[in-house]
């Protein structure tokens, strides 16, 4: 059975860094482009950043682009979000996604067919 899990959420301050990694098992993970979400209380579950299939495209949300990094290891079955200049904003359950569709529907949650449990991100003073 397919399984995705998180790992590397915490509670840190602003303007700090934190790095998620999300580990794949029972799929072909080359086959499938990933993707973080994330969940703040009381919002809908927004794009993050995505990532193609071979890692040689990536795409992010406008009010993370310049802050954070996805990156993928097909060898290793992982996708990492690396994290920098966090912001209260930020402050979210974060969920890694894996989708067979087609590179244009990456940023759209619907597509995804699996979904990890998600990792908690608090970005407090």
């Known amino acids: 059975q397919v399984q995705l899990v998180e790992s590397g959420g915490g509670l840190v301050q602003p303007g700090d860094s934190l790095r998620l990694s999300c580990t794949a098992s029972g799929l072909p993970f080359g086959s499938y482009r990933m993707a973080w979400f994330r969940q703040a209380p009381g919002k809908a579950r927004e794009f993050v950043a995505g990532?193609?299939?071979?890692?040689?495209?990536?795409y992010y949300a406008d009010s993370v682009q310049g802050r954070f990094a996805i990156s993928r290891d097909n060898a290793e079955n992982t996708v990492k979000l690396q994290m920098n200049a966090l912001e209260s904003e930020d402050t979210a359950s974060y969920y890694c996604a894996a989708t067979s569709g087609p590179q244009n529907v990456i940023r759209r949650r619907e597509a995804y067919e699996y979904w990890g449990q998600g990792t908690q991100v608090t970005v407090s003073s």
């Open positions: 990532v193609s299939r071979d890692g040689g495209a990536v």
